[in-house]
């Protein structure tokens, strides 16, 4: 069964660091999601990314954060001069059809020391 | 804020009995909504969607909707040890034109022997 793939499933960074997370959605999928969940929070919604331009985002992703599909297969999330308050478990996701449905992958833990 | 709300729990039923799990929403614009079940430490997973007012069923789980009353509930029939997890409620949520996939905080579902 197809799924979504994501790399690193650990990072641990100094703040002020800057991390890339890498996701591969799955194949025939158009839209392209992160999200993040902080220890014991809600999943939040990061951005969104449909033909190769963000479609939406919400007030988390600020200039810190960007994305890029650089190739046909990978998506990534870069996220520059990390602070303690960025760790989480980054979720990509993807969808066949935008309207949600969303098939999430295994996440990154992302540690900021 | 349009909020989306989930009692946290945790709801504890028997093994065989019928968990019901509950979802308000704010935003009478939404119009399709999800159930994601999510264990510890891992990524949510897609168990429904639901666009219309009614029923739906798949397996042991019914989606039930009532956009009047603005509230999405989930079944699961049956209950295993196995259906133990946080259930995460999420609509689309209208902001600045868009809609933005929102989470509510989830139910913990504990079902005992």
């Known amino acids: 069964e197809p799924e979504v793939t994501q790399t690193p499933s650990h990072q641990v960074t100094q703040m002020g660091q800057e991390v890339i997370l890498r996701c591969v959605p799955i194949?025939?999928?158009?839209?392209f999601y992160w999200y993040r969940q902080i220890l014991g929070q809600k999943v939040e919604f990061l951005v969104s990314f449909y033909n190769n331009e963000i479609s939406e985002k919400s007030e988390i992703f600020d200039d810190q954060f960007s994305v890029e599909r650089p190739d046909g297969s990978n998506f990534t999330l870069k996220i520059r001069s990390t602070k303690l308050e960025d760790s989480a478990m980054y979720f990509c996701?993807?969808?066949?059809?935008?309207?949600?449905?969303?098939?999430f992958g295994p996440g990154t833990r992302l540690l900021v020391l | 804020q349009k909020e989306v709300e989930q009692n946290s729990g945790p709801l504890s039923v028997p093994e065989g009995a019928i968990a019901s799990l509950n979802c308000t929403y704010s935003d009478r614009g939404s119009q399709s909504f999800f159930w994601y079940r999510q264990y510890s430490g891992k990524s949510p997973e897609l168990i429904m969607f639901i666009y219309s007012n009614g029923d739906k069923e798949d397996g042991r789980f019914t989606a039930q909707l009532n956009k009047a009353s603005q509230y999405v509930s989930l079944l699961i029939r049956d209950s295993q040890p196995s259906d133990s997890a946080t259930y995460l409620c999420a609509v689309p949520v209208s902001s600045g034109g868009s809609y933005i996939p929102t989470f509510g905080r989830g139910t913990s579902l504990i079902v005992h022997p």
């Open positions: 996701a993807s969808s066949e059809s935008g309207g949600g449905a969303e098939y």
């Open positions: 194949s025939n999928h158009l839209y």
